[in-house]
Every structure is written in C-alpha cells, then in structure tokens.
C-alpha cells in the first residue's frame, strides 16, 4: 500500500521502519527537510518508542484517506458552498435538496478529507512530541554529563547569566535546541565528544565569541554558523568536514580558525572576501589541492598551515599577504612543485617550511627575506640552491641567492655593454632596450638556466615575475 504522505514526513518515515512492505518511504525532498530536525531517527530506542506509538487502526485510516481520491479544489468547494446558500435561498427546502445534490457532494468530500487529514496531523505532532520526550529521557539517562547539561540549562531558564560553558570530554550525542536560549553565552567548549551535528540554534548566541567543536564526529556545519558576527575563535579540527559552508564567510569577526584533521577537499570561493581580519589558519592533514583566490584578501593573515595535503600550487596572489609571518607548506609530496616569485613579497616571513615537496628551484629574489630565520627544504630534489646550501639555514640560503643574484645583474649589466656597442643610433638603442627588457622579463630564466620558470613550466607575463618590478 503505498501514500501520498508527505505532508508527515515523520508518520510516513516511522511507518516505513515499522514495515517497508506496506509502507513505502518518504520522499527525498521530505527527508531532507526531516532528517535535520530530528537527527537521532536512526536510535534504535528512539525508533522503538515511535513504532510503538502507532496505533493498531492506522492501516485502516489509510486505506479510507487513500480511497478518497484527491481533494477538491478550494475554489470548487468554496463555489459549491456558494451555491448551496443561493438555492437554500429561492427554493423550498424539498427542491433545494435535490439541486444542492452535487453541491453537496463536493463540500462534504471536502470535509471527510479534512477530518482524516487532522487525524493525521495530530498523530504527526504526537510522534513528534514522543521524540522529544526519549530524547530528553536519553539526556535524562543518569550519565553525569547529562546533568551537567541539565544544569547548565536550568540556570539559564532561571534567569542566570551564563556567559562561559565547558561540557568537552562529555560523551555527548547531542547539542539540545535549548542552548539557544542562552543568548549572553560568550564561550562554549563542545570538544572531545560525539556529536554528529550542530543544531541551527547556534546561530542564536549572537554574543558567542569562542567556539570549540573540535574532535567530535561532524560531517557538516549548518549554514546558520555565519549568522555568529561575533566569532573570534573557530575551532573545528578532528572531524568528518569535507567542505565548509559559504556563510562562514559572514563571521567577519573571526581572527582564529581551524580547520585541520578534516576532510576538507576545497576551501570556500569567498573565504577570503569576509575572513579579512582573520590572523591564523590551520587547514593541515586535509584533501586540499589549490587555494582559492579570495585567500589573498586575508591581509592580516600571520600564520598559515598547510601541510599534509594535495596542494598543486600556490596563487601569484600570495604575495599580498605581507603580515604573514609562518607558511608551512612542507608535505604536499609529488604535488607542489615550486613556489612563485611573489613568495618574496612576504617581507614579514619568520618561518617558512617547504619541505618533503618536488622542488627543485626557489626564487632567485629569495635574499629579500630578510626577516626569515627559520627554514626548511629537507626532502625536496633541490638544485638551486644546493641540498649543502640549503642544510645550512635560512642565513646560507639568503647569503647564497643575493650573491646568485649579484652575478645576474652583473652578466646583465656586461650584456648591455655589448649590445650598446652594436648600436650606436638612437633608433638602436630604443630598439634593443625593447628587446632586452622583454627578454629579461619573460625568459631569461630559461635562456640562461636559472630555473626561475613557473611551476607548470610555461613562460610567465612580465607582470608576474620579479624582474619586472625591478626594472
């Protein structure tokens, strides 16, 4: 026997589990308006307490609600109940009797589906109202961090100002949508426990300035997270997150995030364009393979881990990140095979560490970090510069591409000489400077085998590359 139950997504649910080959599923679209709202439907004592509140007669009322038929169009109902009243009016109640007949029909069909459909709606909040009561019974159970929970609810219900909470290392299942009454909640601490989801409650705490949901189970994050403008502190490490929600660009408060230990395979489109005051971010041991562009609008970005993923490249864009002070981009293996030039515009750099990479080369404007003091290139097939040079530390690195760089300039320099010699005319010279600025910018690199080329190994646009700003 197979409903049209939509309309009860939860009866319809409950009666498929209590017996598929009667009952037929709900339909997608009605699951996944259910499933949020009540999370804890595959428990098996959840599911047992609601099958056992299906009463005996449900088959039957189904049977008459199906035999019904569709329901009559409201404007045809509210027609016919029109024209009943008209002929109530002008004829005797015999006559008007039998030409309201049809009428008749219509409203009182209309009525039956009303009065099966309200059996229905009832038994649907009732079911409702069963979940809610094994759910509270479950967080009821006698665990001691159940009472805590309880506690910490009963003192906000009593007009308690409650502004920090810490219930991590609970064994908690479940957040209660209760919590969002807490509304002068500053700090709360969910880490260390087993929860699957976070309710959209959350986006009541409108003074929540720390949140920590840190090794818990969480395949997702509600959408509602980026209605929380006051968020400082994010940390959503050690789960199950393979993407981040777009709104979570709204917490334009947000100054610290973590995101490590995930599953993380892309990093939201406009991360960048909101998280502007973001200080550090962690998005270590995930799926990464690029970073979006809008990263470079973190301009008060200081630390950056990225290490441990997939990441295939990294923007020319970087370069504008100027307060950064740690990159660690170190264990990308066989996929990030060099860094751009614009990697020395991060004049802030303390700590940089490239290592178990394929690179090979580093920019030759390297020596412009001067802040550098820590460096890492083990595990790298380096040849410029070499693996002595760059065991020595960030000093003997820099010391060595100033001096690379030095010599660059000089053969440039003794190049010019020469060709101002084969052109004595203006029209030469304008000519030749033409030509060798073009070839300095765009190619020089490659012509002289520098390996200053970018790392899918096309030629660069003179904009992109160093050598252009200087000269």
Known sequence: MDHDLDKFPLLSYVLHQLDSNLHAPPSMAAQQTLLPSFPLLSDPQVMSSLTQFIPTTITQTLSVYNSLGSRPDP???????????QIMDSLSPEAAAKETELYTGVVRLDEVHDSYEKKLKDLEEELS?????KVESMLRSGQEVNEEVLAVLKAAESGGIVERIDLSGQELKLLPEAFGKIVGLVYLNLSR??????????????????????????????DSIGMLLNLRILNVNGNSLTTLPESIAHCRSL?????SYNNLTSLPTNIGYGLQNLEKLSIQLNKLRYFPG???????????DAHMNEIHGIPNSVGRLTKLEVLNLSSNFNNLMGVPDTITDLTNLRDLDLSNNQIQTIPDSFYRLRKLEKLNLDQNPLEIPSQEVAKQGAEAVRKFMRKRWDEIMAEQQQRIGVEAERHGDETGWVYWGTSMVTNLVSGMTQTIGLGGGSSDGKDKKPGDSYYYHQL
Request: proline share 3%; net charge negative; glycine share 0%.
């Open 75 to 85: 404007l045809a109902v509210s027609s016919a109940r029109s024209k009943i009243a």
């Open 129 to 133: 109202r069963v979940y809610a009561t």
């Open 294 to 304: 809008s990263i470079s609008e973190m301009y008060n970005l200081k630390y950056l």
């Open 193 to 222: 426990n087993d929860l699957t989801f976070i309710p959209d409650a959350i986006s009541k705490l409108k003074n929540l300035e720390e949140l920590d949901v840190s090794s818990n189970s969480l395949e997702s994050l509600p």
């Open 255 to 259: 100054v610290e995030l973590d995101a």
